[in-house]
Structures are given as structure tokens and as C-alpha cells.
């Protein structure tokens, strides 16, 4: 029993160390935590350089595994201390936490692999909960509520824009020869998409009268088409900033927007507590 006790107090507080940033303990830990961050992701960087790779290869070897083993530590005690230990790991912090970590697993196996350590920049999010900038979180929930909304109709979108360029592959195909670069129906849609983004990279033009007629109204459509998901972003935060949403602050990661009808919050699942006037 004592020994119970114990382990559920050791925990309890290892998650208010880890998970909180509001006491003096939880905020030394995350800052050394992201001083750990930026030291590995900088070393990783250098040891791209050929030449320091050749000077200083095994000194930036050693500290790569040792950023990598502490993190590792760290990601299990994570998920020792959490009460929900499956959200944690599917949450964005996370996936990125464990990200962080693979890396250098897998390059015991695939030599290079160590070079995507670099995703561990993504951890220095954490520093907006450190700071307490409270105000810009809210904006960015704001932001990403309307993602959220708009993401149907976006998804519809970007389907039309895949048949789009695949019609525009096929029609190409059979308009211009092998020797224009055409050699393939995947080729040409690669050209289309290219063209109706309004990229333009030019490793790939059509020569024909009909072929230059058929890109030209491509790029004219490039133009037309990337004002749509702006427009269905842009209505979408509209109806955010005018209140069609619930706007409470998650007592456990803070986020402040929520559905009109939430009860619970839909990133970490705490219910949500009706704040006082």
C-alpha cells in the first residue's frame, strides 16, 4: 500500500514537472528541455557539412546519441506519468516527440536516417506554453478552428483540382509528342500540375499550336483557382471571429476555441468548466 502511494505520488508529481510549465520546477525543465532541443538540432546540422563531418564526425556521433537517449528517457516518462497514456502518444506533441527519437534507431539500419532528427525543431512549440504567451495560443486556436471547419470543403476542392490536372495530363499526352518530354500520362500530369500552380519550373512545354493553347487556359485557370481556398478560409474565420464558436480556455493544455456545442475539449479531452462573468 505504502509502496503504491508512493509511485502514484512520484507521478503525479513527475506530470505537474513535466506537463506544467507553472511552477518554477516545470519551467526549468522545459527550458533545458528546448536549450537540449536546439543544441542536438544544431549539431545535426553541422555534421552535414562534409568537412566537419570529416574533422569532428564522431564527437557530433556521441552527442546525437546521448540527446537521443535522455529524449528517449524522457518520451517514456511521458507516458509513465500521463493518466491517458494512448492520447499522449496519438496528440501532435506526441507523434513529435517520438519522431524525434526514431531517427537515430533507424540509422543503425539505413545510413542517413540520423539527418531527420532535425524534426525535433518542432518541439521548440512548446515554448509559447513556457512563456505564457497566452494571447497569440488563442489566436493560433482561432486559426486552427477554422482549418478544422473548412477542411470538408477544401477536401472537395483539392479532388476537383486532381481531376482537373488529370484531364489536363491525359489531353496533353495526346496533343504533344515523346520528344517534348510528354512520354507518359503521369509526365503530363506532372506538367499540369505544375502549370496550374503557376510554378512554372519550364522543364517540361508543350511545342504544338494547341499544345501552347492548352497551357495557356491551364494558367488561367492556376490564376482562378487560387483564390478558392482563400475565400472558404477566409469565411470560415469570419464566422469565428463573429462568435459562431465557444470561446473557454482548457484548464490542462489551454486551448481557448472549442465547437459551439463542445463539452469536452476536443485536443486533450478535458471537460470543459463554465468560466465566471
Not at 532541443?37 to 562534409?50: A, E, G, N, R
Not at 478552428?145 to 473548412?150: D, G, V
Not at 503521369?186 to 506538367?191: E, K, M
Request: with cysteine.
Amino acid at each position: 500500500m505504502a509502496e503504491e502511494l508512493y509511485r502514484s505520488r512520484l507521478r503525479q508529481k513527475l506530470y505537474i514537472i513535466i506537463f506544467h510549465a507553472n511552477t518554477p520546477m516545470g519551467k526549468a525543465f522545459d527550458i533545458a528541455l528546448i536549450a537540449g532541443i536546439m543544441i542536438s538540432v544544431f549539431t545535426v546540422m553541422l555534421d552535414s557539412v562534409q568537412e566537419l563531418h570529416t574533422q569532428y564526425g564522431r564527437w557530433f556521433a556521441v552527442t546525437e546519441w546521448v540527446f537521443t537517449i535522455l529524449f528517449t528517457i524522457e518520451y517514456l516518462v511521458r507516458i509513465y506519468c500521463i493518466e491517458r497514456p494512448v492520447r499522449y502518444i496519438f496528440s501532435f506533441y506526441g507523434v513529435v516527440d517520438l519522431l524525434s527519437i526514431l531517427p537515430s534507431y533507424l540509422s543503425l539500419l539505413l545510413p542517413g536516417s540520423q539527418y531527420w532528427l532535425v524534426v525535433r525543431i518542432l518541439r521548440v512549440l512548446r515554448v509559447f506554453r513556457i512563456l505564457r504567451l497566452a494571447r497569440y495560443v488563442s489566436q493560433a486556436n482561432l486559426l486552427m478552428h477554422a482549418i478544422r471547419q473548412s477542411r470538408q470543403k477544401i477536401t472537395v476542392f483539392f479532388f476537383s483540382v486532381m481531376v482537373l490536372v488529370i484531364v489536363f495530363g491525359c489531353v496533353m499526352y495526346m496533343i504533344e509528342t515523346p520528344e517534348d518530354g510528354f512520354t507518359s500520362i503521369p509526365r503530363s500530369i506532372y506538367w499540369a500540375i505544375v502549370t496550374l500552380t503557376t510554378v512554372g519550373y519550364g522543364d517540361i512545354s508543350p511545342r504544338s499550336d494547341l499544345g501552347q493553347a492548352v497551357a495557356a487556359l491551364v494558367m488561367l485557370m492556376g490564376y482562378a483557382i487560387i483564390a478558392v481556398p482563400t475565400g472558404i478560409f477566409t469565411a470560415e474565420l469570419s464566422n469565428v471571429l463573429r462568435g459562431d464558436v465557444l470561446r473557454q480556455d482548457c484548464q490542462r493544455c489551454l486551448k481557448s476555441v472549442h465547437d459551439k456545442d463542445a463539452v469536452y475539449c476536443s485536443r486533450c479531452g478535458e471537460k470543459l468548466v463554465p468560466q465566471e462573468a
